[in-house]
């Protein structure tokens, strides 16, 4: 059986994704969703057209963690996609947050990242996709977001090494590189700081953001950016010195 398998999907960026590749791609027979919230899952199958297996798994428990590798072992499925969006970030200086926050953006935006990777990739054969999540905050360091931003330039370092890795494989992998989606994240996020004005004001419907990665990873696009303003940032982020931007950003935070 062909599957895709993506993990935070109890809500979010994660959800989206199942509603869409569910109805984009016939080849797929059956879903597995994987999140904390099991009540939240379980609201995904009348709401999705194919078979939906919903797996409750805190992925920053390891010992939870490993269960998915046992039932890939014994199901031996075809993987066509695999799409880490889980993930959180917490505003607020270093030390201001507490240790087990900012250990566990590290712990399940990285750890947890590479770990599902690794256990799925025997699964997947010749043109099966991986979206991994990054992040525009992945284009320059935080001041304020720092583990946050940190972990996502990580995740896209990671996917762009992984996709090299793996083109001899027919295997592709995609780095989603948006800016601010009005999701969930930003109620957990803000629930140690607030997000700047301005990038309330370039927030972007998540229907887009993974209309647009599917695309891209369909095209065999390393790096996936949705929209003009988040383009020109990555832009801005290569080719202007980080301290300068420092600078710019302090001034907006002055005058908002």
Known sequence: MKIAIVTGASSGMGREFIMQIADRFNGIGEIWAIARREDRLEELSPNVPVKVRTFAIDLTDKSKLMSLEDILAKEKPEVKWLINAAGYGKIGAVGSINIGD??????LNCEALCAVTHMVLPYM????????????????????FAIYAATKSFVLSYSRALNEELKQKGIYVT?????PVKTEFFDIAETTGKIPLYKRIVMADPKKVVRIALRDSMMGRPVSVY???MKSFRLMCKTIPHTVIFRLMRGLMKTT
């Open 102 to 107: 900012e250990m566990g953006m590290v712990e």
């Open 125 to 144: 054969s010749k043109n099966s996709r991986i979206i991994q999540f990054s992040s525009a905050a992945s284009f320059l360091p935080q001041p304020g």
């Open 175 to 179: 780095a989603v590189c948006p800016g």
């Open 227 to 229: 929209g003009t303003t």
